[in-house]
């Protein structure tokens, strides 16, 4: 009992241990809640977009003195206008839009970065730095993730009728595309809360694979969004204290421990799982009795 609560107790004697592991509890919570609608509206390459477009904007608030979490908004939102802007204006498709959007401004913000006299920092903003977090990236965590929860909560039916039936949410009077704008705002203040404690390259998995693995083993919508939301809050603690005692990448080990519930997902579900998938395809069929000799059974 006492080496469990060593283990346990032990790394948050630490006020470094203690932000980040609030921290990433709070940004993982929050993409679990959101991916659960970017899984079913197949938005999965849009949150890589607007995860990698937000480096620019990053580096450039940093150049100015002004806080990450604007330049980083800023560049969001302006990738899904061009985005937007560029499909409807052009016979290119979505996907092809959106990987050179997508693409030009990572590339512009590395670029940015080669050119600045101090890289450290912006290194953390691509690879993560949960360990360092402040108590100024706690608060602006913390106020962002509470923010972007509330609207993802209190909208939550429109968003799911939105992502199950469009064209029925704009026949009973929904603004389809003004739901979609504040869903994308939404994806970039999420993309902007889990910065600090993924960097921008593992954000794009836990925007992705939480959903992916609720979607494997439930059935409704209100389900999917509290197996999303608790297995990636799951991951955040698990992979946070496993970075301390193994002396390993936190972001990193966040992520493997996700990607090891989808695995866990997609192989034992029951009935979505791979295995039980097999199971019933080898199961022998129940013996179907003849309904008209059942008839003449009754009869006689």
């Not at 477009?53 to 980083?72: C, D, N, R, T």
Request: aromatic share 8%; net charge positive.
């Amino acid at each position: 009992m006492s080496t469990l609560s060593e283990l346990l107790l032990g790394p948050l004697e630490f006020g470094f241990m203690q932000n980040a592991l609030l921290v990433s509890v709070v940004a993982a919570g929050v993409c679990g809640l959101l991916s659960s609608w970017l899984v079913l509206m197949g938005w999965s390459l849009m949150g890589e977009a607007v995860a990698h477009s937000i480096l620019p904007g990053i580096v450039l608030a940093y150049i100015f003195g002004v806080p990450m979490a604007v330049g980083a908004f800023v560049f969001g939102m302006l990738a899904v206008a061009l985005i937007g802007g560029i499909s409807t204006s052009s016979t290119l498709k979505h996907d092809t839009v959106i990987g050179v959007v997508f693409t030009s401004l990572f590339a512009l913000g590395l670029v940015l970065i080669s050119r600045t006299p101090s890289q450290t920092h912006l290194q953390h903003i691509l690879f993560g730095n949960v360990l360092g977090t402040s108590r100024t990236d706690l608060y602006q965590v913390l106020v962002l993730g509470a923010l972007t929860a509330a609207v993802l909560l209190i909208k939550r039916r429109d968003f799911t009728l939105l992502a199950f039936d469009r064209t029925f949410a704009h026949t009973i009077g929904l603004s389809t595309a003004g739901l979609s704008a504040v869903l994308l705002m939404l994806l970039a203040l999420t993309t902007v809360t889990a910065l600090q404690t993924l960097g921008i390259i593992l954000v794009v998995a836990m925007l992705v694979i939480p959903g992916a693995t609720a979607l494997l083993v439930t059935r409704t919508f209100g389900p999917m969004l509290a197996v999303a939301s608790s297995s990636a809050v799951a991951s955040a603690v698990v992979g946070v204290y496993a970075s301390y005692w193994l002396d390993i990448a936190t972001g990193g080990t966040i992520v493997l421990v996700q990607a090891a519930q989808f695995t866990a997902a997609y192989l034992f579900a029951p009935r979505k799982g791979l295995l039980g998938q097999a199971v019933r395809r080898h199961r022998p069929a129940a013996p179907r009795i003849d309904q008209a000799s059942a008839s003449t059974e009754r009869t006689s």
